[in-house]
């Protein structure tokens, strides 16, 4: 069992900056891939990153690439989401979740255990 704590969102003007953290705790934190995604109001919940559980792959949405950036912290059982240049677009739940396997996955159902989100709003 993996409990997940997702802080850092909130309101910001288009083109600012968030930095989104993930706190795990529970079972040994560096044997999970771990992902972010995010849900806008009638949308479907969508694959932002994920970081292999050895933090040496990542994986991005076309949308986000170049803006948004996946770290992990295993002494410190976190995960952050850096992102920049955001858009109104950009606007939606975001979600942690860890997915117990060694391959990085986009799809929401691959994932075990999830948090309890985070608003992001990015204002035009």
């Known amino acids: 069992q993996v409990q997940l704590v997702e802080s850092g969102g909130g309101l910001v003007q288009a083109g600012g900056s968030l930095r989104l953290s993930c706190a795990a705790s529970?079972?040994?934190?560096?044997?999970?891939?771990m992902g972010w995604f995010r849900q806008a109001p009638g949308k479907e919940r969508e694959f932002v990153a994920a970081i292999a559980r050895n933090g040496r792959f990542t994986d991005y949405a076309d949308s986000v690439k170049g803006r948004f950036t996946i770290s992990r912290d295993i002494a410190e059982n976190t995960v952050h989401l850096q992102m920049n240049s955001l858009k109104p677009e950009d606007t939606a739940v975001y979600y942690c979740a860890a997915d117990d396997t060694l391959v990085v996955k986009t799809t929401p159902g691959a994932y075990d255990y999830w948090g309890q989100g985070t608003q992001v709003t990015v204002s035009s």
């Open positions: 529970g079972r040994t934190f560096s044997r999970y891939a």
